[in-house]
């Protein structure tokens, strides 16, 4: 249903780059880029893909009339997505970012048959000489969190709304607790699983349980603002996850973590144009501008916010590790030795709780 | 577990157990007259975006009320049309209604996506809403919480004490019979889906007014098909839909509470699961044996009635 309007435009917008590229014949100078966007969600999800399509927006504003773009919305991970990247790739699009882990391995087949045509995968592990790999450090936000909570929270305990229980869920739920522990070495961490990525009901139950039990601080992995409406109902603080919720928490928000894949996007779609580009796989943080935080909300106390600040500049300086030891996990075994780090290899398979974390 | 939790965690299982009830009400009307509408989760959804979106835009809750009501009937209407004066199949025509509901609560959407409105007002009673426990439990609570309740004593009283509840029930268990004394089996039907209509909007309604004040896309997450659950569950009686809908509500809630207070060691997702194992015992329990005749089904749910003669 709703994915006919996109594919439309879709279409329109392919044959528009073919027109492009046959003009381009007497001025190839001035042959634009194609450049194919595939988003997993719709892009009014304000969270996950609206992001990408933000990003999208400002590198064909920033890039002008170098690029065409095109994006195709709601595409379902699976042979749909495999038609979707192939047909980008035979309509004249020279790079094309396809934005979710499910599309990895369609993107790959599809890489094969196109060695010409660049292709960008976000998140995943597969790589070839035309098809690199990004992917966002979404933890070190939940540091800079941490380092707040710390000095916000008055009973040390803060209530975390989870969805699922991966790598990248659990490495947010240590990076949180270990940076407020930082601050206040019996900080605790009330984790939540609702085991769903999307469901605002469950969202905000689990929201007020967390309260009612004596956490006065919320963190979300979720993808709604539910979490936030709570806090704010509720008269506590509480975290945003994705984009800026601070509509749904005016007083209750202090920061929020948004991704902003503008920087990546603008860099590598001038390199398909200057000829510079090479495959690689990346992990990107708040160095590269990847991972970004919402203004401070009026929660913010000044030693917090000097000391978020600083956690801030220690990690795009590279001077401080999240996971940095001695760390102990949930049974007080020491999991990382004092000064050792953890390698983004065993980072990426992480799977324990630290010290502090009760879920 | 202290007072101090117990207060908002029952506080909590009423806000989860409304919605449920409210749509559940309201399909056990349309099955108890032997209509199978399994469009709930799709009447929600459109209910759930009307309400909101004329909330959002006239900041008039009892509008807001009213629209989600008015969507999910309309909806209803469609539904009716097609398998009532159509006669098609209630099955297909049901999830066809789910289906198209989903996208159209979307499209309707589109604008409203991240809108902030106000919480639906909790209706206090002097003097009655400051007293310890009983206060928060029983009298602070918003409009549709209380119409919930009244709703299950009038359904439950039309079906068993009034007449014309009496001739729905008659027109679920032997509609040609109904047909033969001469009432009009296919108007009482149409009333019947319109009113179930009219309740899973409110159910809706409930959740983008009430209980996350917020539209997104597929914002019921399923609720529908547990209110459906519920109907059968409650051997299509309106008190035990109202039992079944907290009880329903309550497992859910107390899994969150129990995975907060570090008590458990049981996996979440088993937790997660509890609820949907408390239906299959259920049925499993009230299909068998002795219990079975008492409470079997209406008799043509899901048949489609051709006045002949």
Redesign the interface.
């Known amino acids: 249903m709703s994915v006919l309007i996109p594919r439309r435009q879709f279409l329109a917008g392919g044959a528009a780059a073919a027109a492009g590229a046959a003009l381009g014949g007497t001025a190839r100078a001035a042959a634009p880029l194609g450049v194919g966007f595939v988003y997993v969600g719709p892009v009014g999800d304000f969270g996950f893909s609206y992001q990408h399509d933000v990003a999208r927006k400002a590198m064909e504003a920033a890039l002008g009339a170098a690029v065409k773009t095109t994006f195709v919305e709601k595409v379902a991970e699976g042979p749909d997505a495999e038609r979707v990247i192939r047909q980008l790739a035979s309509g004249g699009n020279g790079l094309i970012y396809t934005t979710s882990f499910g599309f990895m391995n369609p993107a790959e087949r599809v890489a094969h048959q196109f060695p010409k045509v660049k292709f960008e995968q976000c998140t995943g592990y597969k790589t070839l000489p035309n098809m690199a790999e990004y992917n966002e450090r979404f933890y070190e936000g939940r540091v800079i969190c941490g380092a707040i909570a710390g000095h916000v929270s008055k009973a040390g305990v803060a209530g975390y709304v989870a969805s699922i229980p991966i790598p990248e869920v659990v490495m947010g739920i240590d990076a949180f607790t270990l940076a407020a522990q930082k601050v206040n070495p019996n900080f605790k961490t009330k984790v939540i699983w609702i085991n769903s990525w999307f469901d605002p009901g469950k969202e905000a139950d689990a929201a007020k349980s967390l309260i009612d039990q004596g956490a006065d601080i919320l963190c979300q992995h979720t993808d709604s603002p539910a979490v936030m409406q709570t806090a704010e109902e509720r008269g506590v603080l509480a975290f945003g996850q994705a984009s800026n919720m601070q509509k749904f928490g005016p007083k209750a928000q202090l920061t929020s973590i948004m991704d902003n894949w503008t920087p990546y996007y603008i860099e590598r779609t001038k390199q398909v144009i200057d000829g510079t580009w090479k495959t690689g796989s990346v992990w990107l943080g708040l160095k590269d501008g990847v991972v970004e935080m919402a203004p401070y909300g009026p929660g913010v106390t000044d030693a917090a916010r000097e000391a978020a600040d600083k956690v801030k500049s220690g990690l795009i300086a590279g001077t401080l590790n999240a996971f940095t030891g001695p760390i102990k996990d949930q049974k007080g075994a020491v999991k990382v030795a004092a000064d050792a780090t953890i390698p983004d290899e065993q980072l990426q398979k992480l799977d324990w709780y630290v010290e502090g974390v009760q879920a | 577990m202290t007072l101090?939790?117990l207060v908002?965690?029952l506080v909590?299982v009423i806000?989860?157990a409304t919605?449920l009830l409210l749509a559940a009400l309201g399909e056990l009307v349309v099955e108890r007259a032997g209509v199978l509408n399994l469009g709930l989760e799709g009447m929600m959804l459109v209910g759930a975006i009307c309400a909101f979106a004329t909330m959002s835009l006239t900041g008039n809750p009892v509008l807001g009320m009213l629209a989600g009501a008015g969507a999910g009937a309309a909806m209803a209407g469609l539904f009716g049309v097609l398998v009532l004066t159509l006669a098609s199949n209630q099955v297909a025509t049901g999830l066809a209604l789910t289906l198209f509901g989903i996208?159209l609560s979307?499209?309707i959407g589109?604008g409203f996506?991240?809108?902030?409105i106000p919480?639906l007002p909790k209706l206090a009673v002097p003097g009655l809403s400051g007293l310890p426990v009983v206060g928060p439990l029983l009298f602070s609570h918003d409009a549709l919480v209380y119409f919930s309740i009244a709703a299950t004593a009038g359904v439950g009283w039309f079906l068993k004490h009034s007449r014309a509840g009496l001739i729905l029930r008659g027109v679920g268990e032997a509609d040609s019979s109904a047909h033969s004394i001469g009432h009009d089996v296919i108007r009482i039907r149409y009333c019947a889906v319109l009113f179930g209509g009219a309740m899973a909007g409110l159910g809706g309604a409930y959740?983008s007014l009430a209980?996350?004040?917020?539209w997104?896309?597929?914002?019921t997450?399923?609720?529908g098909w547990i209110a459906l659950a519920l109907v059968v569950f409650a051997a299509w009686r309106p008190w035990r839909a109202l039992a079944g809908a907290y009880l329903f509500g309550g497992v859910?809630?107390l899994q969150?509470?129990l995975?907060?207070?570090?008590l458990v060691v049981v996996p979440?997702?088993v937790l997660?699961m509890l609820p949907y194992i408390a239906t299959i015992l259920v049925l499993t329990l009230i299909s068998s044996g002795s219990m079975r005749s008492r409470l079997s089904a209406p008799a043509c749910l899901g048949k489609p009635f051709r006045p002949v003669g």
């Open positions: 101090s939790i908002p965690l909590s806000t989860a919605p996208g979307a499209l589109t996506v991240g809108h902030p919480v959740l209980y996350t004040p917020m997104v896309e597929g914002m997450a399923g609720r859910a809630v969150l509470y995975q907060g207070s570090g979440t997702q997660a």
